[in-house]
């Protein structure tokens, strides 16, 4: 008989066995339906086979559906530095989708294995063809517009918008809000119509908005003719960018640019002045003496690479300043321009390859001439006024090199002054504020002039600097630098010759020369009454000649050399007991003139002076031995006094001593090294520290002073 217990044993075990059953059967219901799990791997198990996450129904190899909320894939890691990404791949192709959190600004990358095609940084700036964008768009490459005709173009009212417009030479167009406008658009010059290159450029400039933009003439190449105003009715505020081709365009109407931030760019076949010529040639075909560009009133203008050529001395090629009744010009960027001009016989008149100073004056300022050259004219550059700087510029003519007027101060930079037969390297012809040159360059002939002012009247010039110039010129029997009529300090710091000849100054009146020379300098000879000269010399060096029919006042010779050596050397061989030496004399006519000599030691200004006071008054007339600041220790009169601490000796004292805080102090000796003393003579003193008394010697024997 079965038991209760059997009963419930069995039939459990029939429900345990039951539901194995069952869930073996889903289990293998399942995997029949596509999933294989090979232990590490869950995967579906034929290429067919699609997922639905929320969904019986996907559409696509994996579908996420939610019904309520919105649905979320996530990739996620928690290690630091891991970068988590998503990986796009074909049989021949491979994208990764890269989230680098490890790198700054967090990006978002697009990585075709070969570099970052497009990021997205946290700040959201969007870089195509960088990883690092800066703005918000940043884009390297060329950026591609699909073209629209003007009659295609879609309705305005999206602020920014652009588009390409193909049907107008213009380029690109930007929507305003209430209509599309070309933005900083491109002419391009042959596509209009015109008997020659002037009338298309011409035209291509009408046809720019009036906030400017570029004309490009590029494709004018070889000969070509320009035979009116191109900038013609051009307003002050429509800058122009001119592009011109590969040839030569013979010009024969003044090109009167008349808009501020105009820019003429030519073709560049090699490296500019400095190598090959420039491959756009300008050449004035017009009227003789005339002017090809003209520039008045305007600010930032702009010229590159461009060989200009004037075919007569009176023509100009470049005119800047003041019309009459305008305005000034500011901001001139000239680089790689050559003006070799032309041919024709050198006659007296004002023109100037390069002028920078306009029919009625004006100013010409804060400008720079960069790697050009300016040859032939009356003055190859008349520098106009104002500070204007000119960078390795050759300057080349007949007559002037470079014409420094109307308060000009021009800086140059390493260039070179070719002076032709009886021609001037510089000229200053009116009031000049200063000019300086750095490492310059002066090569001619014999007898060349540097520097010289030529018409008549005193003219005031704050100052000539010239650091580290090479003549390579012949000192001749002429004066390289002439400061005839100049009010001006010329300051000649390291100069160097080569050949190696003197350098020879001629001193004016009113100016001033300062030299710093080296020792293996040149020699230097300063002629002329000048109001002041310095020479320092680094180094050994001797090379140093003041002369001329006047002596030079206040010369002032110092060697910076720390080497001993003889910085100015007065010598003479004249015999018969004639002395030779040198003077330091005063002209002056009042009874207190007086002459000085100083002796200074590096930045000290309490330096010692040697010097007479009073020197025409006979009866106070004094040599005395000081230090400026401080006072005169030492005074000699004319009658032979000399007086210690006081400037007025006693005219009965050959010596006298003075003093309210200072004693007299004799000779301080033992017994044995007194009676040392050979042949003593009557009179002599001191002091013996053996008995401490005052010893005198009566001829005979050494005696003590004492109280009685």
């Known amino acids: 008989m079965k038991t209760l217990t059997d009963l419930i044993g069995r039939r459990l075990l029939v429900v345990l066995l039951m539901a194995c059953i069952t869930i073996v059967s889903e289990i293998s219901l399942l995997f029949a339906q596509g999933w294989v799990d090979d232990g590490t791997v869950v995967r579906l198990q034929t290429s067919t086979d699609i997922v639905g996450m929320g969904t019986s129904l996907p559409a696509t190899e994996l579908h996420l559906y939610r019904d309520v ?139 720019l908005p009036s906030t400017g933009g570029t004309v490009d003439a590029r494709a004018l190449e070889g000969t070509q003719t320009i035979d009116v105003n191109m900038f013609s009715g051009v307003p002050v505020t429509k800058p122009i960018t001119l592009l011109l081709g590969y040839g030569t365009y013979s010009i024969s109407v003044t090109q009167a640019v008349t808009a501020s931030g105009t820019t003429i760019l030519g073709s560049t076949p090699g490296d ?121 510029v050759q300057f080349d003519s007949s007559t002037v090199g470079l014409l420094v007027n109307q308060s000009a101060s021009p800086i140059c930079v390493g260039c070179l002054f070719t002076i032709n037969g009886t021609a001037i390297g510089i000229e200053s012809t009116e009031q000049v504020n200063s000019i300086r040159l750095f490492a310059p360059w002066f090569e001619g002939g014999a007898t060349n002039v540097i520097l010289k002012k030529t018409n008549a009247g005193l003219i005031s010039v704050t100052g000539i600097e010239m650091f580290s110039p090479k003549f390579a010129t012949g000192n001749g029997a002429g004066n390289m630098i002439d400061l005839t009529n100049m009010d001006v300090q010329l300051q000649l710091i390291a100069p160097r010759t080569t050949p190696a000849n003197d350098v020879n100054i001629l001193n004016s009146a009113n100016s001033g020369v300062v030299i710093l020379n080296q020792s293996n300098g040149p020699d230097i000879t300063v002629s002329g009454a000048g109001n002041y000269t310095q020479f320092t010399s680094y180094g050994v060096k001797t090379g140093m000649t003041i002369n001329g029919a006047t002596t030079i006042n206040n010369t002032v010779v110092a060697n910076a050399s720390p080497t001993p050596g003889a910085v100015y050397t007065a010598s003479s061989n004249t015999g018969g007991g004639t002395t030779t030496g040198m003077r330091i004399k005063n002209s002056g006519t009042a009874l207190t003139t007086g002459a000085r000599l100083d002796f200074e030691v590096g930045t000290d200004t309490n330096r010692w002076m040697i010097y007479t006071a009073d020197g025409r008054s006979s009866n106070v007339s004094s040599f005395r031995i000081g230090v400026d600041n401080i006072g005169d220790y030492l005074a000699i009169t004319r009658n032979g006094s000399v007086g210690i601490g006081t400037t007025t000796p006693n005219a009965a004292a050959l010596l006298e001593v003075n003093s309210t805080t200072k004693g007299f102090l004799p000779p301080r000796m033992t017994t044995t090294q007194r009676n040392a003393i050979s042949t003593p003579p009557v009179g002599l003193m001191i002091y013996n520290t053996s008995t401490n008394k005052l010893n005198f010697y009566d001829g005979t024997a050494w005696r003590v002073v004492t109280s009685n």
């Open 69 to 207: 909320g919105n649905p979320e894939f996530r990739i996620e890691t928690a290690g630091v530095g891991n970068n988590p990404s998503i990986s796009l791949k074909s049989s021949a192709f491979s994208w990764n989708i890269v989230s680098a959190a490890s790198d700054t600004n967090k990006p978002l990358k697009f990585y075709d294995g070969i570099s970052t095609r497009l990021a997205i940084l946290d700040n959201g700036n969007v870089g195509i063809g960088t990883a690092s964008p800066e703005t918000s768009l940043d884009v390297v490459g060329p950026i591609r517009f699909q073209g629209y005709t003007k009659a295609t173009l879609p309705a305005a009212g999206t602020t920014g918008r652009l588009a390409r417009v193909t049907d107008d030479k213009r380029g690109v167009w930007m929507d305003n809000g209430t209509s599309f406008e070309p933005i900083y658009p491109v002419a391009n010059a042959a596509g209009f119509s015109g008997a020659n290159a002037g009338i298309k450029i011409q035209a291509a400039i009408s046809s």
């Open 272 to 392: 500019g002045v400095g190598g090959l010529i420039p491959g756009t040639t300008l050449k004035w075909t017009g009227a003789y003496g005339g002017t090809m560009f003209t520039f008045w009133g305007l600010i930032s203008i702009r010229i590159e690479e461009l060989q200009v050529l004037a075919n007569n001395l009176l023509s100009t090629a470049f005119q800047f300043g003041q019309q009459a009744g305008g305005g000034n010009v500011w901001n001139i960027y000239m680089k790689n321009v050559r003006v070799p001009g032309g041919q024709g016989a050198v006659v007296s008149g004002t023109k100037a390859m390069l002028d920078l100073r306009g029919p009625s004056g004006g100013s010409v300022q804060d400008s720079l001439f960069e790697s050009c050259a300016f040859t032939g004219g009356y003055a190859a550059v008349n520098a106009g006024i104002s500070e204007n700087v000119f960078n390795q």
